[in-house]
């Protein structure tokens, strides 16, 4: 049993007798906007790789919305695949927390918005001053504070975003449920 600290006006505070707890569980339900993006098996296996493409994604957004959208959040999700327990698909979902949504994810979602924001990511990394003093990253580029221990930017985030720049026109949306 966890050890209470107790109010000076507890009972329970001095005496030998315990004080009866019941578990609880308290949870809210939030409906907001949200985009899944799936990422390759074979690539996204490694943590330091999904920690570079989310540090590349965020890069992207600081640079598309001018400025820090920290409403918006990245989560890696991991689910299994229909008929085989064993494999499973992994997905970076951004979403936006704050209840509702602040609109930021449905204009991502109009013409070329998200592709744009990649773009913008290599553009960033390619031309940060980082680059020609031969280090991985900067936190000027992809070092941001939460990303900095996991993430190798250059050599996976990069790379990512180029490869879905690449694929983007054969790429479709897909309803999320």
Known sequence: MVQLDHQPHCKYR???QQAKTVPIMLYR???S???RILLPAVTYQEESARASFKAALQLGLRCHFGGDPGHLTIRQVSEPIPGNSETRRNFLVLYDAVPGGTGYLGDLCKGDNFINVLEKAVQHVT???CVSEGL???YRCLYGYQMQPR?????FGLPACRRILGYWDT???TPFF
């Open 127 to 129: 031309n940060c001053r």
């Open 151 to 155: 993430a190798s930017p250059r050599k």
């Open 136 to 138: 991985d990253g900067c």
């Open 33 to 35: 906007e949200a985009i």
């Open 171 to 173: 790429s479709s949306p």
């Open 29 to 31: 339900e939030v409906t």
């Open 14 to 16: 001095r005496s030998k």
